[in-house]
């Protein structure tokens, strides 16, 4: 199994509080990726990271900000949690470098983030 | 604009009977990876299958095979004779450039004894 931990595993906050979630590899993968996992939409894509400090946008990104200074580690923050943001949170890691790879990624157990 | 459509939202197979679970994309990237993921009951994601866009054969491992067929951009999983531990939540997904991931809203199969 991909060495893939995320902590917390479940964290009820209330709405306008800030929440870091942290994502944390021992394989030295180069990318990794935060998704949330909603009923009838599958997994979005929220950010993603492709080495240390470099990082981009997915399609739902709006409210969450991430950073990476280390290669090991992929931190997720909302700034001020909204009830919208209730939500199974995946963290997950790929090796690839390049997208002809044939490397699928790796998940983390998950996140149950409620935002009461 | 990258997306994955998965139309079937639910689906029931008897047990030891073979099923197929929709799967259609839509991409301008010239390369590309399609994955099928399994997902039970207990919520972790399992990497199943892989068909990258220039493979000249459908993937195959084990009971699972990729029916690929790029002109009409879909990629069909098939499972061949279902067992009862394959009833999960199955999502595909489409690596595109700048190795971002697309996934398709999932289908959900139901292996009946």
């Known amino acids: ?116 | 604009a990258q997306k994955i459509t998965q139309t079937q939202p639910g689906m029931f197979v008897q047990e030891k009977e073979a099923v197929t679970l929709d799967c259609t994309y839509d991409t301008s990237d010239p390369s590309y990876g399609l994955f099928w993921y399994k997902q039970p009951s207990s919520g972790e994601m399992i990497f199943l299958i892989y068909q990258g866009s220039y493979d000249q054969q459908n993937a195959t491992e084990g009971r699972y095979s990729l029916n690929f067929q790029k002109a009409r951009k879909s990629a069909n999983l098939v499972i061949s004779a279902s067992q009862l531990g394959d009833s999960a939540m199955y999502f595909c997904a489409m690596r595109g450039n700048f190795n971002k991931f697309y996934f398709g809203s999932g289908t959900k199969l139901n292996v009946k004894p």
Request: net charge negative; glycine share 8%; with cysteine.
């Open chain 1, 1 to 116: 199994d991909a060495g893939i931990t995320q902590s917390p595993r479940h964290k009820v906050t209330e709405t306008g509080t800030p929440v870091t979630l942290r994502c944390h590899q021992t394989e030295n993968h180069r990318y990794m990726y935060w998704y949330r996992q909603d009923p009838g939409h599958g997994l979005r894509l929220i950010h993603y990271s492709y080495g240390v400090k470099d990082t981009d946008k997915g399609e739902v990104s709006d409210g969450y900000s991430v950073s990476r200074s280390k290669t090991e580690d992929f931190l997720l923050t909302l700034e001020s949690a909204t009830s919208s943001q209730t939500s199974v949170y995946f963290c997950a890691i790929s090796p690839a470098t390049g997208y002809t790879d044939s490397y699928e990624q790796y998940f983390g157990p998950g996140t149950r983030l409620t935002v009461t």
